[in-house]
Nanobody
Framework: QVQPVESGGGLVQAGGSLRLACAAS????????MGWFRQAPGKEREFVAA????????IYADSVKGRFTISRDSAKNTVYLQMDNLKPEDTAVYYC??????????????WGQGTQVTVSS
């Protein structure tokens, strides 16, 4: 079983960029679909992006489409979320998750601890 650990969060000005990384320990990493979710204060956790186990397909929330890019490097057991043109409304704790394909929280059963992203205006 994999255990995801997120990194790369921080404080950035609006219009800036950050790259989040999710390093997953475990020999079966390549067999899992991977997703990124986020949770802002007082709001429910929401889907951001997902990538299939092979990396051949990706899907994005409408709010980040064209600004965020998800990718994976199976040799490094790592999934990335490149975030460009960040907006204050992107401020949230970002979580990496492993599981089945989809955009629902219910599709994923293994979660990381999260990394804080703060975008100042």
């Amino acid at each position: 079983q994999v255990q995801p650990v997120e990194s790369g969060g921080g404080l950035v000005q609006a219009g800036g960029s950050l790259r989040l990384a999710c390093a997953a320990s475990g020999r079966t990493f390549s067999s899992y679909h991977m997703g990124w979710f986020r949770q802002a204060p007082g709001k429910e956790r929401e889907f951001v992006a997902a990538i299939t186990w092979s990396g051949s397909s990706t899907i994005y929330a409408d709010s980040v489409k064209g600004r965020f890019t998800i990718s994976r490097d199976s040799a490094k057991n790592t999934v990335y979320l490149q975030m460009d043109n960040l907006k204050p409304e992107d401020t949230a704790v970002y979580y990496c998750a492993a599981g089945d394909w989809g955009t629902s929280l219910k599709n994923y059963n293994i979660w990381g601890q999260g990394t804080q992203v703060t975008v100042s205006s």
